[in-house]
């Protein structure tokens, strides 16, 4: 996963709590991407961006949040989390997604109880 | 009729055989394809990227694409248990709005010995 990580790697949070999770890229690529995964349901994306201040909602984005102030940071606040946000969060940086594809970042496994 | 379609498997085969794995689409516009490979726990790498018809090969590995049957596969020679994993296939489609890919829920991939 060179150039992008993720932190925290897992997190264990209370129902009705917020929640932010860190996306952080040294490739200077554009695109930025929140993925969920889950069993049955494969990826789904949440929120991307295009550019610092350039967001747009995603399939699955009620209950989510995103902030891009700076080139290299992108966040995902779960306003008050649901059992339902369970699940492992992905990150992907692209340069140029039909020519390139996307990047991973290893994941956050996020565990709501 | 989802948009990118894998079969979820497992699709189970011999050591040292050719695995097969397709993925339909259903937007006749797609211009990318892609092939990640996803180990269990871990997040999804790419492994082949295909623009044009035809066949594009990288070492074991060989990406089909058929536009006309909004078709692409990937066929693994020789295959090894260290392929064993889960295959996404991604797809891009230009909308002018937002370039994102579109993913399938993947093949889980068992090689056995």
């Known amino acids: 996963d060179a150039g992008i990580t993720q932190s925290p790697r897992h997190k264990v949070t209370e129902t009705g709590t917020p929640v932010t999770l860190r996306c952080h890229q040294t490739?200077?690529?554009?695109?930025m991407y929140w993925y969920r995964q889950d069993p049955g349901h494969g990826l789904r994306l949440i929120h991307y961006s295009y550019g610092v201040k350039d967001t747009d909602k995603g399939e699955v984005s009620d209950g989510y949040s995103v902030s891009r102030s700076k080139t290299e940071d992108f966040l995902l606040t779960l306003e008050s989390a649901t059992s339902s946000q369970t699940s492992v969060y992905f990150c992907?940086?692209?340069?140029?997604?039909?020519?390139?594809?996307?990047?991973f970042g290893s994941g956050t496994r996020l565990t709501v109880v | 009729q989802k948009e990118v379609e894998q079969n979820s498997g497992p699709l189970s085969v011999p050591e040292g055989a050719i695995a097969s794995l397709n993925c339909t689409y259903s937007?006749?516009?797609?211009?990318?394809f892609f092939w990640y490979r996803q180990y269990s726990g871990k997040s999804p790498e790419l492994i082949m990227s295909i623009y044009s018809n035809g066949d594009k090969e990288d070492g074991r590995f060989t990406a089909q694409l058929n536009k006309a049957s909004q078709y692409v596969s990937l066929l693994i020679r020789d295959s090894q248990p260290s392929d064993s994993a889960t295959y996404l296939c991604?797809?891009?489609?230009?909308?002018?709005?937002?370039?994102?890919?579109?993913f399938g829920t993947g093949t889980r991939l068992q090689v056995t010995l």
């Open positions: 937007d006749r516009g797609s211009q990318s």
């Open positions: 991604a797809v891009y489609l230009n909308t002018g709005t937002a370039s994102k890919l579109t």
């Open positions: 490739e200077n690529h554009r695109y």
């Open positions: 992907a940086i692209s340069e140029s997604v039909p020519n390139y594809g996307y990047t």
